[in-house]
């Protein structure tokens, strides 16, 4: 009689913990997760630093980009890459965390480091519009802080590893 009760117990047990981590597993959000996401993730080499980047392509995944996150983990980015080179503006629509903003030259170098830019506690039109000095070809978004946290810099020299981007990019590595 003891055994079968000792049975039931490691079941219910068993049983617990299985549902325990089905909760825990199916409450996590999926956005928050690079291996989740439907968009290509690359290495971005900046200097000595590997950043592991999801990548906006298309119009539709650009103008997403992170809005609606949580958060981004440690040495993990967004890449909004461009074909052309050419003047562009971001801003903070539907942004729930600050981010640090990389813009990269034609040159494959770091010209601008918009560092630690506010999530918006406002409306749509009053949101400030972040842009390069000059032309550039993509724009890497970190969790606010990782850029000095990494020693990034203007200047850095930027590579995109193993990638399709690279035989259009020019900045291979």
């Given at each position: 009689?003891?055994?079968?009760?000792?049975?039931?117990?490691?079941?219910?047990?068993?049983?617990?913990?299985?549902?325990?981590?089905?909760?825990?597993?199916?409450?996590?959000?999926?956005?928050?997760?690079?291996?989740?996401?439907?968009?290509?993730?690359?290495?971005?080499?900046?200097?000595?630093?590997?950043?592991?980047?999801?990548?906006?392509?298309?119009?539709?995944?650009?103008?997403?980009?992170?809005?609606?996150?949580?958060?981004?983990?440690?040495?993990?980015?967004?890449?909004?890459?461009?074909?052309?080179?050419?003047?562009?503006?971001?801003?903070?629509?539907?942004?729930?965390?600050?981010?640090?903003?990389?813009?990269?030259?034609?040159?494959?170098?770091?010209?601008?480091?918009?560092?630690?830019?506010?999530?918006?506690?406002?409306?749509?039109?009053?949101?400030?519009?972040?842009q390069a000095p000059k032309l550039s070809r993509?724009?890497?978004?970190?969790?606010?802080?990782?850029?000095?946290?990494?020693?990034?810099?203007?200047?850095?020299?930027?590579?995109?590893?193993?990638?399709?981007?690279?035989?259009?990019?020019?900045?291979?590595?």
């Amino acid at each position: 009689m003891k055994s079968n009760k000792f049975i039931i117990s490691i079941r219910s047990l068993l049983l617990l913990v299985c549902l325990s981590s089905i909760i825990a597993i199916s409450c996590r959000n999926p956005i928050d997760d690079h291996s989740l996401s439907n968009l290509n993730v690359i290495n971005v080499k900046i200097g000595d630093t590997t950043i592991v980047a999801e990548v906006a392509f298309t119009s539709e995944e650009r103008s997403t980009g992170l809005s609606g996150r949580k958060h981004l983990s440690e040495r993990r980015g967004m890449l909004f890459y461009y074909s052309d080179s050419r003047p562009k503006g971001f801003w903070m629509k539907d942004m729930l965390f600050d981010i640090d903003i990389l813009w990269i030259g034609e040159d494959c170098t770091v010209i601008k480091i918009d560092n630690k830019v506010p999530s918006p506690s406002s409306s749509t039109a009053e949101l400030k519009i972040y842009q390069a000095p000059k032309l550039s070809r993509s724009v890497l978004e970190l969790s606010a802080g990782q850029a000095e946290l990494l020693g990034l810099k203007i200047g850095d020299k930027v590579a995109y590893q193993i990638s399709t981007i690279n035989k259009y990019s020019g900045c291979a590595e």
